[in-house]
């Protein structure tokens, strides 16, 4: 099932999309919550965003980052965001050629060019995606204010918002980011289950937030620096997911057509020089 991964260093293309994310996913988070703030209006963007942020645990100061990044977000100048948009496409680029590393796509040439623009329409719709994950977040975040069962039915709708603004940008990932054109069954069902993984991942992500942990130990201290550590951990852990379920995509093609895949032709090849 996840053939194209078989000789391809999984851990090693998951750091490097990672390190593009590090540098991107703060300008792509502030471009799409400017275009969010010019479509529905900052006020509103404030009011729906408010008591999650209230919610968020603060052990490791998640409530002060998202409130300061909202904020900068909404201030945005056009200018500012102009500058902000080729860092942000970055992530694009990242992710095309590690697909395309891991696909033994040959001979493609502007490869990261390719990624940053395929990258653009996602930026274009930020402002539907975001602000339909914005409409849910006073509700959600209300039920797990209450406590008890309560929290828990604020964790599943939390879950299935996130996971059905995730499941298109995957599937667009997967399908035109990544190369191949993989068809579309495959395409949506695996994107839609990753996007799953996805939401599960992220809303795990604010269970660890929560944990009474003294990230600057292992730093000296720099309390900074092991938080910046740590959410570059779970970026990198993000992305394992992200290309898993690329793999798993295109290891189904060759299947729905009869044909050998070239996963199946590069682990022969693989097989036969070890």
């Known amino acids: 099932m996840l053939g194209p991964l078989r000789g391809r260093d999984l851990a090693l293309h998951a750091a490097a999309v990672t390190f593009y994310s590090g540098i991107a996913v703060v300008p792509v988070a502030l471009l799409a919550i400017w275009l969010t703030g010019l479509v529905a209006g900052a006020d509103r963007v404030r009011r729906l965003t408010g008591r999650t942020i209230a919610a968020l645990p603060d052990q490791i100061g998640a409530p002060r980052a998202l409130a300061a990044l909202i904020d900068a977000g909404l201030h945005l100048t056009p200018l500012l965001a102009l500058a902000s948009l080729l860092p942000a496409t970055l992530y694009g680029e990242g992710l095309r050629r590690a697909f395309v590393s891991i696909y033994k796509t040959s001979g493609e040439s502007l490869v990261g060019w390719r990624g940053r623009v395929l990258w653009l329409p996602l930026l274009a719709a930020a402002p539907a995606l975001l602000l339909s994950l914005f409409l849910a977040l006073p509700t959600t975040s209300s039920l797990w204010i209450r406590g008890g069962w309560w929290s828990v039915l604020g964790v599943v709708l939390s879950f299935l918002a996130a996971w059905l603004v995730l499941t298109p940008v995957v599937i667009w990932v997967f399908r035109y980011v990544a190369p191949g054109r993989p068809p579309w069954l495959p395409t949506v069902l695996i994107g839609s ?32 620096i092991g938080g910046t550590v ?43 020089s070890a």
């Open 193 to 224: 289950f990753t996007a799953a993984n996805l939401s599960g991942f992220l809303h795990g992500f604010v269970l660890f937030c929560s944990l009474p942990l003294n990230l600057g130990a292992p730093f000296g201290g720099f309390d900074q």
């Open 230 to 272: 740590a959410v570059g951990l779970w970026l990198y852990l993000f992305h394992t997911i992200v290309l898993v379920g690329f793999a798993a995509t295109h290891a189904v093609k060759p299947r729905l057509s009869g044909e050998p895949s070239r996963a199946d032709e590069a682990g022969a090849r693989y097989r036969r």
